[in-house]
């Protein structure tokens, strides 16, 4: 089947991507500042909390296309 060597090689790939995305949030975890930006939402009364982090999202969306892009032009080169 020739299939099967590029769909183990895809499957390594997808590994190693979620395992380096799963790195990124721990080390975001540890920033004190992400989730806790003005722009974010919290509400907590009794029996309900609700958190809605538009500042954080925003943020990360704007430096994430940022270095998207980097590395696409880069890479066309």
């Known amino acids: 089947m020739p299939g099967l060597p ?3 090689r895809w ?8 395992a ?3 790195g990124l949030f721990i080390l975001l975890g540890r920033l004190p500042w992400i989730g806790r930006l003005p ?3 919290r509400i907590q009364r009794d029996g309900f909390s609700c958190f809605i982090p538009l500042a954080t999202s925003l943020l990360l969306s704007v ?3 940022v270095l998207l ?8 080169r």
Do not use: E, Y
């Not at 499957?11 to 979620?18: D, K, P, S, V």
């Not at 892009?69 to 066309?76: A, D, H, K």
């Open 6 to 8: 590029d769909l183990g």
């Open 11 to 18: 499957l390594l790939w997808a590994g190693l991507a979620l």
């Open 20 to 22: 380096g995305l799963g």
């Open 39 to 41: 722009g974010d939402i």
């Open 63 to 65: 430096v994430l296309t």
């Open 69 to 76: 892009n980097v590395l696409i032009r880069l890479f066309r």
